[in-house]
């Protein structure tokens, strides 16, 4: 079992900056993939980044590139998304994610965290 657990979110004025941190816990070796997705206010849960655990490649949204960065720390098993500029469109429960080896989509979810950003 891997547990997921997000921290950091909070509110922000726009052009501002946030730092979610998911720690995750359990089986870990069996991860290959960790994401980060978010739900607007009434909105489905959209993709926003995720990053290959060996290998460290990256993907993101069209909306967050240049702004966001997906990043790994190896040694604690601490995966983080940088949010830089945020702006009001980016105000939504953000959620991490993790992927198995043979999994087609992520499929184990963290309890989200809130990132509101006005002014």
């Known amino acids: 079992q891997v547990l997921l657990q997000e921290s950091g979110g909070g509110w922000v004025q726009p052009g501002g900056s946030l730092t979610l941190s998911c720690a995750f816990s359990g089986r870990t070796f069996s991860i290959t993939q960790m994401g980060w997705f978010r739900q607007p206010p009434g909105k489905e849960r959209e993709f926003v980044a995720d990053i290959v655990c060996r290998g460290g490649g990256t993907s993101y949204v069209e909306s967050v590139k240049g702004r966001f960065t997906i990043s790994r720390d190896y040694t604690k098993d601490l995966v983080y998304l940088q949010m830089n500029d945020l702006k009001p469109e980016d105000t939504a429960k953000y959620y991490c994610?993790?992927?198995?080896?043979?999994?087609?989509?992520?499929?184990?979810w963290g309890q989200g965290t809130q990132v509101t950003v006005s002014s």
């Open positions: 994610a993790a992927k198995r080896a043979g999994a087609v989509s992520f499929h184990i």
